[in-house]
């Protein structure tokens, strides 16, 4: 408490200084020039390494274009390095050999380690040959080279690298974020034995089972609408990304558009006009079809041979699930050579910045720069060229709430002891069972949808998983239980599992559960005065700053479409009136309330416009009408025997 004391104290005293001298007319600290900083990389890496375009045919005779740039040193001294590899659906700039980007490798760290940077268009993207499939499905049976799919696109592309690609040393490291993660997933899959280290990161895992398009049945709807907005299949013959306006949503107010857009299928009519493909796909499939399974990429995760380390953000917005998902499986069917890495970031939060602060919440030191410097650059040097002592731990994640990093054996730690917090009448939350039983209600209007946050935003924040929830608690349909101040520390690790006793008057509704940590009100603002914020590559971030007393930090939340609580293929309507049962995990935290803290658990049936609005009414709701949008009357059944809860993993 002191350090930060005197932390604050110094910026303080920082600011009146700058402020005084401003006042007496002498010039500020002059402020690093990004546009200056990233022409000096840009040209440390023409001066370091020669860059050489291959077409690369894979099996079935479709080529690849892929970019390779080579350190000098391999021409001129005869050196030798691994090959760093990433391959993506976003493209690979800038194109031509003459052109040179400001990065290569994870970070800048890499580029002046060394390696061979190898970075590849997939499959019909851009300069690529074939046809371009989203998240492409895994052919668990090839019978010949028509058989392709991304592992063995991969496999191909590695096989001609070493045999092509002077001065590689025959090891070759993978990575990638969201997209380009799936496609790092996919390189495990029967891998090349030259691929010897690999790092999903934020990886597309499982499209409908908690990453990009569906959470529990739910449709994430501003994010996806946005997406395939800007993300389109190429027309034509391979060639680079062209020009394009962005979309212009003729309001500020994201809330009031995709209010006024209706059902879902007014998406179409109105704004992709049946030209894309992915969204049709996206709203054509609202159960975990075979579309959906086809994808899911971790269910061929089996005898991996490569050493994994899985990197993902406690505040992913995307996919905060498929690191965790890959993980878990990958525990029980591969061998031990896995790293879960997780911390306070949103999505790819980790390869951008600092990482000091998400929104408005700080977490003390720069998270994302460790990072780069202590785990994912000492991996990959372990790996592909022997240095370090490959000392890994089972899991290495920072701890939100008390702002520290942890290294682990196991993961969720085997110390941690489920225990059960009960949702009671009044609003309270406690550790010991109500003895009475009951219900809180609300009426669920999805003409007035719940904000997902409490001001005017036009996109997805990708800071609303830190956002202040008190907006929401003040709402009448929303349901706010919370405990009495914490008389100790309480310290949260992996999932946090939702059991709810609920009914609606509908035949469907949605049930939203958010867990929160709620301030104490003499809470210091260490936050104010705000200093400028980093760069956001993937999406608009919080802008402003409050007070933190009284501050109620979303720690996580998701939502669960009623109809889904037998089963993600089948669904069933709800018998209108009568209590039933919804039980699905939240994804994994490590998250510590400080003496003092509130825990709090926030019911809600709508969550607008980060996931479309459930008509409350059994229905397939890409087809539904507006005539089908209903009231419902919510209850939350608690106390008693079979009341309602959430089951926390704690460490005492």
């Given at each position: 408490m002191r350090i930060v004391l005197l932390a604050v104290t110094l910026s303080l005293l920082m600011w009146v200084v700058l402020t005084f001298a401003q006042d007496r007319g002498a010039a500020p600290a002059a402020q690093p020039d990004p546009a200056a900083a990233a022409a000096a990389r840009a040209a440390f890496i023409r001066e370091t390494y020669t860059k050489f375009d291959y077409k690369i045919p894979m099996r079935d005779g479709v080529k690849l274009f892929t970019s390779v740039y080579i350190p000098k040193d391999v021409f001129t001294d005869g050196a030798t390095y691994p090959i760093m590899m990433q391959r993506t659906g976003y493209s690979?700039?800038?194109?031509g050999i003459d052109h040179y980007p400001a990065n290569l490798g994870p970070s800048e760290l890499f580029a002046r380690e060394k390696f061979i940077f190898v970075y590849q268009d997939v499959r019909g993207r851009y300069m690529s040959e074939g046809d371009f499939v989203t998240i492409r499905p895994e052919k668990a049976v090839k019978n010949g080279p028509q058989d392709t799919d991304e592992s063995t696109d991969t496999y191909d592309t590695i096989d001609w690298l070493l045999k092509h690609v002077p001065g590689n040393t025959g090891k070759v490291g993978v990575w990638g974020i969201s997209q380009p993660g799936f496609y790092a997933t996919a390189t495990m899959v029967d891998a090349h034995p030259a691929l010897v280290a690999v790092s999903p990161q934020a990886p597309v895992t499982d499209y409908y089972m908690g990453d990009d398009v569906y959470h529990n049945g739910a449709f994430m709807l501003a994010h996806r609408?946005?997406?395939?907005?800007?993300?389109?299949?190429?027309?034509?013959?391979?060639?680079?990304?062209?020009?394009?306006?962005p979309f212009d949503y003729g309001t500020p107010d994201g809330y009031d558009f995709y209010l006024k857009l209706g059902p879902l299928a007014n998406a179409d009519e109105k704004y992709f006009k049946h030209q894309q493909p992915m969204w049709d796909m996206n709203i054509g499939h609202p159960n975990y079809d075979q579309e959906w399974q086809g994808r899911a990429i971790w269910k061929y995760l089996k005898n991996v041979k490569p050493a994994v380390m899985l990197v993902g953000g406690w505040y992913d917005t995307e996919d905060p699930q498929g690191f965790l998902r890959q993980f878990h499986f990958m525990e029980e069917n591969t061998p031990p050579a896995v790293m879960l890495v997780a911390g306070p970031w949103n999505h790819g939060g980790f390869a951008f910045g600092d990482g000091d602060r998400l929104g408005n919440v700080n977490f003390g030191s720069n998270t994302a720069a460790y990072y780069r410097e202590h785990i994912e650059l000492p991996f990959f040097l372990y790996y592909l060229k022997g240095k370090g002592d490959g000392k890994f731990p089972k899991a290495w994640v920072f701890q939100t709430g008390v702002n520290q990093w942890r290294k682990f054996g196991d993961w969720p730690p085997q110390e941690t002891k489920p225990t059960d917090l009960f949702l009671d009448q009044g609003g309270r939350l406690t550790w010991d069972r109500p003895a009475q039983a009951g219900f809180e209600g609300y009426v669920s209007d999805p003409g007035k949808p719940v904000p997902y946050v409490g001001r005017i935003v036009q996109g997805i924040l990708n800071t609303y998983m830190t956002e202040d929830q008190r907006f929401?608690?003040?709402?009448?349909?929303?349901?706010?239980?919370?405990?009495?101040?914490?008389?100790?520390?309480?310290?949260?690790?992996?999932?946090?599992q939702v059991d709810l006793k609920v009914s609606t008057s509908g035949t469907d509704s949605d049930?939203?559960?958010?867990?929160?940590?709620?301030?104490?009100?003499?809470?210091?603002?260490?936050?104010?005065?705000?200093?400028?914020?980093?760069?956001?590559?993937?999406?608009?971030?919080?802008?402003?700053?409050?007070?933190?007393?009284?501050?109620?930090?979303?720690?996580?939340?998701?939502?669960?479409?009623?109809?889904?609580?037998?089963?993600?293929?089948?669904?069933?309507?709800?018998?209108?009136?009568?209590?039933?049962?919804?039980?699905?995990?939240?994804?994994?935290?490590?998250?510590?309330?400080?003496?003092?803290?509130?825990?709090?658990?926030?019911v809600q049936s709508s969550w607008f416009p980060l996931t479309d609005r459930n008509p409350q009414k059994f229905i397939e709701i890409p087809k539904a009408s507006a005539a089908d949008f209903q009231e419902a009357t919510e209850r939350v059944y608690v106390g008693g025997a079979d009341g309602s809860r959430i089951q926390l993993r704690v460490v005492e």
């Open positions: 690979i700039p800038p194109y609408f946005s997406f395939y907005m800007s993300f389109r299949n190429r027309e034509g013959e391979p060639k680079p990304p062209q020009p394009s306006l929401a608690a003040q709402r009448p349909d929303v349901l706010v239980f919370e405990t009495e101040p914490l008389d100790r520390d309480v310290s949260v690790f992996g999932p946090m049930f939203d559960v958010k867990v929160i940590d709620v301030f104490p009100g003499d809470y210091p603002d260490y936050n104010n005065p705000r200093p400028p914020s980093g760069p956001a590559p993937f999406g608009p971030a919080s802008t402003g700053s409050v007070p933190m007393g009284g501050y109620e930090e979303l720690i996580r939340g998701e939502p669960f479409r009623g109809k889904f609580r037998k089963s993600f293929e089948k669904p069933v309507p709800f018998v209108p009136g009568q209590p039933d049962r919804i039980t699905f995990l939240l994804p994994d935290v490590a998250h510590t309330w400080r003496q003092g803290h509130r825990i709090m658990v926030q």
